[in-house]
């Protein structure tokens, strides 16, 4: 199976900063990565698949970027929306697992 | 937005089958190329995924779980279906399907608590 690591775990951040999640895979998925958003009593919701194509309705604040084995999600200047938890997942290969998730809480 | 919508009993008893439905609104979920997908989040934890049906029918499960799951479509109510046999409290846990048109998640449900107690 293929782990994904994420860091930092939590993150402390105010509004207007720029962020960045970094996400780690044991072995090269090439761009086979999707980042979520979640909120607490909420479903996850597709920010970012292969990689740095940003799904529709999302932000352009939103930013993903790396291949093989080491990426990043950056948000631009963070709204006060974007406090919620973040996780990866490769879809390379089955099982299509997630990262451990990074929660962005408010400074 | 696409509202796909979980459903089943939200209590188990151990050693019984965990399942649940999901419902897709719209058109036939065995004639466009769709991955069914669920997806588990234990309380206060992360995301684990469960497996995937296709749209042709082929399915793939997580290994941790392969030899309890069965997912399968019911192409007459239009749904997608988990069956987990052999449940114990270690599968207590928010439920979600998803529907997207590569492995990744595109759309997902509200999700739907089960808990498995006697």
């Known amino acids: 199976d293929i782990q994904m690591t994420q860091s930092p775990s939590t993150l402390s951040a105010s509004v207007g900063d720029r962020v960045t999640i970094t996400c780690r895979a044991s072995q090269s998925i090439s761009t086979w990565l999707a980042w979520y958003q979640q909120k607490p009593g909420k479903a996850p919701n597709l920010l970012i698949y292969k990689a740095s194509s940003l799904e529709s309705g999302v932000p352009s604040r939103f930013a993903g970027s790396g291949s093989g084995t080491e990426f990043t999600l950056t948000i631009s200047s963070l709204q006060p929306d974007d406090f919620a938890t973040y996780y990866c997942?490769?879809?390379?290969?089955?099982?299509?697992?997630f990262g451990q998730g990074t929660k962005l809480e408010i400074k | 937005q696409v509202q796909l919508q979980e459903s089943g009993p939200g209590l188990v008893k151990p050693s019984q089958t965990l399942s649940l439905t999901c419902t897709v609104p719209?058109?036939?979920?065995?004639?466009?190329?769709?991955?069914w997908t669920w997806i588990r989040q234990h309380p206060g934890k992360g995301l684990e995924w469960i497996g995937h049906?296709?749209?042709?029918?082929?399915?793939y499960y997580n290994p941790s779980l392969k030899s309890r799951v069965t997912i399968s479509l019911d192409t007459s109510k239009n749904q997608f279906s988990l069956n987990l046999g052999s449940v114990t409290a270690a599968d207590t846990a928010m439920y979600y399907c998803?529907?997207?048109?590569?492995?990744?998640?595109?759309?997902w449900g509200q999700g739907t608590l089960v808990t498995v107690s006697s």
């Open positions: 998803a529907r997207s048109p590569a492995e990744y998640l595109q759309h």
């Open positions: 049906i296709y749209y042709s029918g082929s399915a």
């Open positions: 997942q490769q879809y390379n290969n089955s099982p299509y697992n």
């Open positions: 719209g058109g036939s979920i065995s004639s466009v190329p769709y991955y």
